[in-house]
């Protein structure tokens, strides 16, 4: 959208933002700075005038962010000595990843820090010479105030500009040595697969489970990459790590224990206290793996939480049209901090009766380790204690399931009095295509068509209003037409979505689109050494200011899949859906560059050890024939079957679908069977169902262990 160049009469402040379809930048239109959104204006008028430009990046679900618009950019002093000398922009980062990733970058080049808020300072041509990022308005929480750097900023850029010509070159001299780094020779891919498995597993918390220490994250690529090592190599320190990770998340206070979905990381090493935004980046990645656990593992407590995680997802994120939003925040209101999400003893009182207090406080450790630091009243609901040992001298063990979940119900209905933390209805393709994706694949294992049909509805509306043959597909979809198109991200998950979904469905529509994407990546994306980079400048259709077309490339899961190591899975994905073999080829060719460049990264290439992996992993193909109840029985055994690469179709599918040689010649079967292949070796047909779970969990291969 298009602002006047000038304020109408009364408008003051960041009267720009006002018609911004981004939520984010809407909320700081009542803020006393001159914001202007990004585009060539703010950049035309530093130029014009000598000032150096504010870059304000955050997000509608960033809790700091918050904190520095409530505090920091509501100060009259900051708005007029931002007004007197600097030009003010801000940014969603949602809405422009291709932005936030460059000025993450160059801020963490000379701070080494980042984050949100992203706070940096840039000359007029949109390089950083200084940034950081949250600042209160004055001295406080260990940082200098924001009027007395905004001060000093301004006297540097006056009486010190060598200063600012040092740190420019200090940073772009920095990026390109990052760039430009490579690893002191070619590494086969087995060699980095083991380099990846070992530095994840160093990193493992024996404790708690999980990947380092405080603040920890979730790493669902990490869980991914160690069910395919212990499925590839029979290990079971890999598996049971990753049994172990996905239950002690599921049973802290990163999971919303009342409204299911997932927070965004926690605070502390014992996953008891998360902030508390959710992402929709976040759920569908987390979605995805924890089907996987489930499956793996037949695990009932691992798919309780694909169906919570469902069931907020629906609730919360899902749109009428189809598709989903893209976050929910973590506050409900100015000052507030996860006050929606904690309870304290007497909200507990209020809502339950006397022995469902006494089972929820037992069973949810109130007034242990999940008291809020600030507010230790507060507490967040983790599962400190197995439900049988909660329930003991309270409930008989037959009653205690149906009493928790009687409590859960109540706390829920008395939650959603409160004011909720705003959601961001915005739907972007990334999000949208990580969503169908876990959505496609969590819908076959539960058997729950409506839940495929969700996936199928998000595929639908992209493909109606964010594709272009072509072009790709747009990073927004609003009600005026999709923008934001040549963003590497969008294009390969999408494509990965509608592979998984092609794959359920057997539907070829979902499947040419998704080789079409792929195919666009392969030609219009590539950069240094083959790698893909984060934009394509053929494509690009924003605004060409601040160096956002030089070459960038996401070789890093952060934590979730990056887009490289996306691509090379999808790659292979498509392959083994087509038994094209050029696609192989592609992963193998795209994996090369990875390992040269990501060094020691460990748990951050997740993603691109476990494509590595998956290219000596031939694929499994299941093809249920016959109708019946026995043929329905077999079908729901295979898909709720796992191995870590795997493809299951009701019937023969249509082209451009291929199976193995052998079993596309396959003749009519006269009872109900599976034909199950791994690569082009084909097992006998198998009519138990009960046989089918066992068969794919050993790939064909006869062994012991787990």
């Known amino acids: 959208m298009s602002a006047p160049a000038e304020p109408g009469p009364g408008r003051t402040g960041g009267w720009r933002l006002a018609d911004r379809s981004s939520s984010y930048l809407r909320s700081a239109a009542g ?64 809405e422009h990843p291709e932005i936030d990733r460059r000025y993450q970058r160059q801020v963490g080049a000379l701070t080494g820090e980042g984050g949100w808020p992203l706070t940096a300072f840039l000359t007029p041509e949109g390089e950083v010479f200084l940034g950081g990022t949250y600042f209160p308005p004055t001295d406080g929480h260990g940082r200098p105030g924001f009027r007395r750097v905004l001060k000093e900023v301004s006297r540097l850029w006056h009486e010190e500009p060598e200063r600012i010509r040092e740190n420019t070159q200090a940073i772009q001299s920095a990026l390109t040595r990052m760039r430009e780094a490579r690893s002191p020779a070619d590494r086969p891919l087995d060699a980095f697969v083991e380099s990846v498995r070992g530095e994840i597993h160093s990193s493992y918390d024996p404790v708690n489970g999980g990947f380092g220490m405080a603040p920890k994250f979730p790493h669902p690529t990490a869980v991914s990459f160690l069910l395919w090592d ?118 507990l009182k209020e809502a339950l009766a006397s022995d469902e207090l006494r089972l929820v406080t037992r069973f949810f450790g109130v007034g242990t380790d999940g008291r809020m630091p600030h507010d230790p009243d507060r507490n967040v609901l983790f599962r400190l204690l197995p439900l049988a040992e909660a329930a003991e001298g309270v409930y008989p063990p037959g009653a205690a399931a149906p009493a928790l979940a009687r409590a859960i119900a109540k706390l829920r209905a008395v939650r959603s009095n409160r004011p909720t933390p705003p959601v961001d209805r915005a739907v972007y393709a990334d999000i949208n295509g990580r969503f169908i994706a876990s959505f496609a694949r969590a819908g076959a294992f539960l058997g729950d068509r409506l839940v495929v049909a969700d996936a199928r509805k998000a595929a639908d509306r992209l493909l109606k209003e964010a594709f272009r043959p072509g072009q790709g597909v747009g990073h927004r979809v609003d009600p005026d037409g999709a923008r934001g198109f040549g963003l590497l991200e969008d294009q390969v998950a999408v494509a990965s979505g509608l592979l998984e979904l092609s794959g359920v469905l057997a539907e070829p529509k979902y499947l040419e689109t998704a080789v079409a994407l792929l195919e666009l990546v392969d030609r219009e994306f590539r950069g240094e050494d083959g790698l893909l980079r984060d934009l394509s400048p053929g494509l690009y259709d924003g605004s060409v200011v601040g160096g956002v077309t030089e070459p960038s490339y996401p070789l890093e899961d952060s934590p979730h899949l990056s887009a490289n190591a996306s691509a090379a899975i999808s790659f292979l994905r498509a392959g083994s859906l087509t038994h094209d073999d050029r696609w192989t080829e592609k992963a193998r060719a795209l994996l090369g560059p990875i390992t040269r460049r990501v060094g020691n990264a460990g748990l951050f290439v997740g993603g691109s050890a476990l494509a590595a992996g998956l290219l000596t992993t031939p694929p499994a193909t299941v093809v249920v024939e016959g109708e019946g109840a026995e043929a ?26 291929s199976l193995p040689g052998e079993m596309a010649g396959q003749g009519a079967p006269k009872e109900a069977r599976a034909l199950v292949c791994f690569g082009t070796a084909c097992a006998p047909p198998v009519t138990d169902p009960g046989a089918l779970g066992p068969l794919l969990a050993a790939g064909g291969r006869a062994r012991t262990g787990s």
């Open 31 to 94: 803020q006393p700075i001159e914001w202007y959104p990004w585009g060539p204006e703010p950049f035309e008028l530093a130029r014009r005038t000598g000032r150096p430009i504010l870059l304000d990046i955050g997000a509608s679900w960033c809790h700091w962010c918050h904190v520095m618009d409530e505090g920091t950019y509501s100060d009259p002093e900051v708005a007029h000595l931002l007004l007197q000398h600097f030009v003010a922009v801000k940014v969603d980062r949602d």
């Open 230 to 347: 212990g499925f590839e190599h029979g290990d079971p320190t890999s598996t049971e790590r990753a049994h172990e990770t996905l239950t002690r998340m599921a049973d802290g206070g990163l999971l919303d224990q009342v409204g299911g979905g997932f927070h965004r990381y926690s605070v502390d090493e014992g996953w008891h206290i998360p902030h508390f935004e959710k992402m929709g980046v976040d759920n569908a990645a987390l979605l995805g793996v924890y089907v996987e656990g489930a499956a793996r593992f037949l695990d009932p407590r691992l798919e309780e939480v694909v169906r919570s995680t469902v069931g907020w997802v629906r609730e919360v994120l899902e749109d009428p049209r189809g598709g989903f939003g893209a976050s929910q925040d973590a506050d409900n209101a100015p000052g507030d901090d996860g006050g929606y999400f904690t309870w304290s003893r007497s909200e």
């Open 632 to 657: 329905e029985a077999l079908l729901r055994a295979a898909r709720r079957a796992w191995h870590p690469n795997v493809w299951v179709f009701s019937g023969h599918p249509p082209p451009p679908f």
